[in-house]
């Protein structure tokens, strides 16, 4: 096995090459040589959802894909959604239904819930749940967050 190789990834509309251990854990990738800290490192086992990015617009749990799968592809992390300043919607949304607590898991469910909204833009309280129950939040009891993923559709389709 070679000790390192190169990957090449863009990572928030910004392309990155770096040499990476075959092994590297996207998250890590992120985290350690990238800098994106934004992204949690919670469970390390796919459970909780706190690792949570886009891959390719897909919600992508950052420690189970290693970052050489993730050569050639485009990742967006929590740092990536805020456009000129201005909050995502779902992230807006969020802090106006106090759907954030102590805030471990809160980029992974905005993440989470973006892609959500992009595959259905019109979503029930079931489908909100049902596309969020990979993330789990100690915290809020859900009801905020559902909330403000209606609000934050509301938002989208308002634009």
């Given amino acids: 096995m070679p000790e390192s190789i190169t990957i090449s990834v863009t990572v928030n509309s910004r392309r990155y090459e770096r040499a990476v251990e075959p092994r590297t854990l996207l998250i890590h990738f992120l985290r350690d040589?990238?800098?994106l800290t934004?992204?949690?490192?919670?469970?390390e086992t796919s459970l909780c959802g706190a690792c949570t990015v886009l891959v390719d617009g897909a919600a992508t749990k950052a420690c189970t894909l290693l970052?050489?799968?993730a050569d050639g592809r485009a990742v967006t992390t929590i740092e990536g959604l805020a456009q000129d300043g201005a909050l995502h919607p779902v992230q807006e949304q969020l802090w106006h239904h106090h759907g954030v607590q102590?805030?471990?898991?809160?980029?992974?469910m905005v993440l989470a819930a973006v892609a959500l909204l992009e595959r259905e833009p019109s979503p029930t309280d079931a489908q909100i749940r049902a596309g969020l129950k990979g993330n789990l939040c100690r915290c809020t009891g859900y009801a905020n967050i559902v909330d403000a993923v209606h609000a934050a559709a509301a938002a989208l389709a308002a634009r």
């Fill in 67 to 69: 970052a050489a799968q």
């Fill in 33 to 35: 040589a990238l800098g």
């Fill in 38 to 43: 934004g992204s949690h490192v919670g469970c």
């Fill in 102 to 108: 102590c805030g471990y898991c809160t980029s992974g």
